[in-house]
């Protein structure tokens, strides 16, 4: 990641020419979504998804002192009827991943009021020892695994394996769990956290500054997925939030870059009633955003002032467009 020092100098440069934060245009109907994952009590390992908390405490207090920090469906519903009105730059707050690290860090939402929205991986969050969970986990390891063609040929179809794995009883889908654990693979960082359980997550929920949405079921890439296989990521995932009284209108693409999801995501989420959904691609939101590509960005491990305002200024619009993302 040695793009990780010159995006800073990026966003705080640009903020400094007056570019990023909108000098030289209205606060009013345009919102940037910005994008936390995984948090540090000490030191960052990885720089692009971790964030200090000593360094999220001094984000948050520099964004409740200059920006507008909203709710993010009625900002985005506010937004889509160009009603939307702000004298400061107004932000949007994600977490994604459900982490546990994500329990460290709603005190310090609390202690400024922000409000922030955090997209569950529902089926990884439920662990194996639920039907779902075990589900999830093993369409994550076959996501994973790098020759199944070779290791698992009689699964190399994708619609083959869905149907396999959701016509198994517990006992025999723990059994081919095994198999696939032991393929060769290359293991995501998600995989390696350790995530909060779907009633701890409840329980954020009660908060009312906290909104739960979907982050899918099992956080494969959904442009890779068969059409049912695809469907019951939206809708199963969906059917957990519902019961977590968590809000399903609004998801956030697994990985989200540009080729992670397509046309046909685009039309099941809209088939499940699915209103918004958030890539990864840093764009400002404006009213002619289209609902189904919302951009975010990403807030990296630094707390310098110029940074933060560059960042909530939605500066990285530029270093995404220049590098074609
Ligand atoms: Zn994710």
């Known amino acids: 990641m040695g793009h990780i020092k010159t995006r800073r100098k990026f966003s705080s440069i640009l903020n400094k020419l007056g570019v990023a934060p909108p000098v030289f245009k209205s606060n009013s109907n345009r919102i940037v979504a910005i994008d936390y994952h ?10 692009d998804l971790e964030v200090a908390l000593s360094v999220l405490d001094k984000q948050l207090k520099i964004i409740s002192t200059q920006c507008n920090a909203q709710e993010t469906l009625y900002a985005l519903n506010m937004l889509k009827k160009e009603e939307h009105n702000s ?42 020892g639920q039907l779902d969970g075990l589900r999830s986990k093993c369409f994550s390891l076959y996501h994973e695994s790098n020759n199944i063609s070779k290791s698992l040929p009689e699964f190399a179809n994708k619609n083959i394996f869905f149907e396999k ?8 889908l723990k059994s081919l769990y095994y198999e696939l654990m032991n393929l060769p693979r290359d293991i995501s960082v998600i995989l390696q956290r350790n ?3 779907l009633s701890k997550i409840q329980s954020l929920n009660e908060n009312p500054l906290i909104t739960i949405s979907s982050h899918s079921m ?3 890439v959904m442009a890779d997925l068969p059409e049912s296989w695809m469907n019951w990521e939206i809708y199963q995932s969906n059917k957990y939030i519902k019961e977590l009284n968590g809000n399903t209108e609004i998801f956030a693409y697994p990985y989200g870059y540009k080729k992670s999801y397509n046309e046909l995501t685009k039309s099941l989420l809209k088939k499940n009633g699915v209103k918004y959904a958030f890539s990864t ?9 289209q609902n189904y590509n919302l951009g975010r960005i990403s807030m990296l491990n ?3 002032k110029s940074y933060v305002m560059g960042t909530a200024g939605g500066a990285f619009e530029y270093w995404d467009r220049i590098l074609g993302r």
Do not use: W
């Open 38 to 47: 995984y948090f540090s009590r000490t030191r960052v390992n990885l720089e």
């Open 218 to 220: 099992s956080h494969c």
């Open 195 to 197: 995530l909060l359980s």
């Open 165 to 172: 794995i959701m016509s198994l009883n517990y006992t025999n």
């Open 302 to 304: 630094f707390m310098d």
């Open 281 to 289: 691609s840093s764009r400002v939101l404006t009213p002619s955003t």
């Open 87 to 128: 004298d400061r730059p107004c932000v949007i707050i994600s977490i994604d991943d459900a982490d546990q690290t994500v329990s460290e860090a709603v005190p310090y939402f609390v202690k400024y009021r922000i409000p922030l929205i955090l997209f569950v991986p529902v089926g990884l969050c439920l662990g194996i």
